[in-house]
């Protein structure tokens, strides 16, 4: 899936770096309601066990193709959030 500016495409292990790169920040670990990855063998899991979903995809903006960010598609009522 393609926008002006980014491209939405499945994880894959190359994004590893990419990923610890920002999930290693406390801030963006606060916001996303998860820990802070602290290598990158958990990011590396992560994109194996977690970012494997059916609509779960990786934002890259188009000029750099960079791992950026994380979204994912929930369908049919299915969902990871709390009342």
């Avoid at 499945?10 to 920040?25: G, P, V």
Wanted: hydrophobic share 35%; net charge negative.
């Amino acid at each position: 899936m393609e926008t002006e500016r980014l491209i939405l495409r499945r994880w894959k292990e190359s994004y590893t770096e990419d990923l610890y790169k920002y999930a290693s920040d406390p801030d963006v670990g606060a916001i996303s309601g998860r820990l802070a990855h602290q290598s990158l063998d958990e990011s590396h899991n992560v994109i194996k066990n977690i970012f494997n979903g059916k609509e779960a995809y990786v934002v890259c903006p188009k000029e750099e193709g960079k791992a950026i960010g994380a979204i994912e598609l929930k369908l049919n009522g299915n969902t990871d959030m709390t009342d």
